[in-house]
């Protein structure tokens, strides 16, 4: 009897080895769930992401508008028929100056 209660502490003794120390033990467990929670953060970055483009990409298929609002916005382009305003504030009036300016040389 001796040698059977033995046995099954030593055998309760490697169990409980490998489950705070071994391979697959519980701070793997704890690692693996914080891995998860990180990749979860950033598959919702990620979908939202996905969401706001195929918006776009949906508002570009169905109308013109979506189109002629981007060539306006990111390539300053204008109708024919209008006529572009810009208004400059003075800070940037005198900044552009300051840029025209020639550089004197040295000889």
């Known amino acids: 009897m001796r040698l059977l ?11 409980q080895y490998r489950l705070w120390f071994g391979q697959h033990s519980v701070s793997d467990y704890v690692q693996r769930k914080s ?5 979860q953060v950033a598959n919702e970055e990620l979908a939202k992401r996905n969401r706001l483009l195929l918006a776009d990409v949906n508002d570009l ?5 979506a189109i002629e609002e981007r060539a ?4 300053g382009l204008i109708r024919d028929d209008e006529i572009f305003f810009r208004i400059v504030s003075e800070q940037q ?7 025209e300016l020639p550089m004197l040389e040295q000889p």
């Open 5 to 15: 209660t033995l046995a099954l502490l030593i055998l309760f003794a490697l169990l």
């Open 35 to 39: 891995e998860l929670e990180q990749q």
């Open 61 to 65: 298929r169905q109308g013109l508008e």
């Open 72 to 75: 306006r916005n990111e390539l």
């Open 93 to 99: 009036l005198q900044q552009a100056d300051a840029d």
